[in-house]
Nanobody
Framework: QVQLVESGGGSVQAGGSRRLSCVVS????????MAWFRQGPGKERAFVAAIHSNGLVTKYADSVKGRFTISRENAKNTVYLQMNSLKPEDTVVYYC?????????????????WGQGTQVTVSS
């Protein structure tokens, strides 16, 4: 059974940084495209960033481009989301997701496995 466990959420002031981690167990992490999504109250889950299984190709939502960086360490079965220059509007729950294919996808429906989510709160 594939499990994803996020960590690193918490409170930070606007302009600050936070790094989220997601450890994957029970699956072929090295062969899985990975992504981060986020969801606010009453809103749909939105794409944030994704990374190919080889770690060389990434994709970002326009709202986080230049501020967030996704990366992965296949040897540790871990994907990261480095978040810099955080804004109050980044305050939501962040979810890690894994596909069952080598490349990544932009739609939440293309991801088979999900973590439980981690809350990030940015205060002004």
């Amino acid at each position: 059974q594939v499990q994803l466990v996020e960590s690193g959420g918490g409170s930070v002031q606007a302009g600050g940084s936070r790094r989220l981690s997601c450890v994957v167990s029970g699956g072929a992490f090295g062969a899985s495209g990975m992504a981060w999504f986020r969801q606010g109250p009453g809103k749909e889950r939105a794409f944030v960033a994704a990374i190919h299984s080889n770690g060389l190709v990434t994709k970002y939502a326009d709202s986080v481009k230049g501020r967030f960086t996704i990366s992965r360490e296949n040897a540790k079965n871990t994907v990261y989301l480095q978040m810099n220059s955080l804004k109050p509007e980044d305050t939501v729950v962040y979810y890690c997701a894994a596909t069952a294919r080598l490349s990544y996808a932009l739609r939440s429906t293309d991801y088979r496995y999900w973590g439980q989510g981690t809350q990030v709160t940015v205060s002004s």
